[in-house]
């Protein structure tokens, strides 16, 4: 089963088409195909004429094959859309999902894999907006257009939660505990601010390539400028983000080595404090005939007691300087 979407009075119509005897009465704008199987891609050759191309979900494709004009006049776009994941430790990873348009006899066909939440947003708003698509060239730019204000809901999603980690980091005492999970969740903001950069980038590369093939209008080709202004303050904001996150990361490696520094500054102390013990207990533990306190009675308690000094004495002088703090 796939989706169809036909134009009335301006709002966009929503057809459900599981046989191909439901797809010949309709004048579509939008075919959407998610998960398509064959014998759907038969019915849509057999409805439009129009042959889908083997390789048109293929991630490998060079820039020259995911965007050019077909020998039946049609444009073919292959684009990146974002869909975010659960921000949560166990959770889902975001991923970029790769969609391929093709946009034939001012019909706008789209085949993906997986259910992507732009789709679902420009569906709910062309059934709430009236007029707000005309053509099939409209469903494409609106695509793009919600892209890019998804990726900036994540990005300020993503500043939002930096901000939870940055409290964590820098406004109270960070052990090794704190630090792993703070570290472990930079990394996951950082997976997530890389694609939508890479989103952002592919994007205005596929609206790039309507605005030179002269196939907008006057209204469509200024609402592109407009995306492509968009893009380039999600872009300036993605590397922002980036600045802030190798600022967080480094100073969280920086107070983890901060502790480990403590603990090696621990054994370094214990080690010079028990070396003048050591010496003492080697001087009388050396057997030699002739030694002035073999014969002492109190020669014993003499020896303790001048280790347990030579104890104090290092750890009393560091304490003064501040070294055990």
């Not at 901000?163 to 704190?178: F, G, I, M, P, Y």
């Not at 009675?297 to 007691?305: I, Q, T, V």
Request: charged content about 25%; proline content about 3%.
């Amino acid at each position: 089963m796939f989706n169809v979407f036909t134009l009335a009075n301006g709002r966009l119509i929503q057809h459900e088409i599981d046989d191909p005897s439901a797809l010949a009465s309709l004048q579509p704008v939008w075919v959407d195909l998610e998960a398509a199987s064959p014998e759907e891609k038969g019915w849509i050759q057999a409805r439009f004429g129009l042959a889908i191309p083997a390789d048109v979900d293929d991630d490998d494709l060079e820039e020259s094959a995911r965007f050019y004009e077909g020998d039946a006049g049609e444009l073919h776009i292959r684009s990146d859309f974002l869909i975010e994941g659960d921000s949560s430790p166990d959770g889902a990873l975001a991923q970029n999902v790769r969609v391929a348009f093709i946009l034939f006899n001012n019909v706008l066909f789209s085949l993906h894999a997986d259910d992507l939440p732009v789709f679902r947003l420009l569906r709910l708003r062309a059934r709430r907006i009236p007029a707000l698509i005309e053509d099939a060239k409209d469903v494409l730019l609106k695509l793009f257009d919600a892209d890019a204000e998804y990726s900036a809901d994540v990005l300020e999603g993503i500043y939002d939660r930096l901000e939870a980690v940055s409290a964590r980091v820098l406004k109270q005492d960070v052990d090794d505990r704190t630090a792993g999970e703070a570290l472990s969740a930079i990394a996951r903001e950082e997976d997530l601010n890389g694609r939508i950069r890479r989103n952002v980038m592919d994007t205005r590369r596929a609206v790039s390539f309507m605005m030179r093939s002269r196939m907008l209008n006057a209204e469509q080709f200024e609402e592109a400028r407009q995306i492509m202004r968009d893009i380039d303050s999600l872009d300036s904001h993605t590397a922002f983000l980036f600045d802030k996150i190798n600022f967080l990361m480094d100073a969280t490696v920086g107070f983890i080595n901060i502790n480990q520094n403590k603990i090696i500054k621990i054994f370094s102390v214990a080690s010079v404090a028990l070396l003048p013990p050591t010496l003492i207990a080697s001087i009388y533990g050396m057997n030699f005939r002739f030694m002035p306190e073999l014969e002492w009675r109190y020669g014993y308690f003499f020896s303790l007691a001048l280790m347990v000094c030579s104890v104090a004495a290092p750890f009393l002088y560091f304490r003064r300087k501040g070294w055990l703090r």
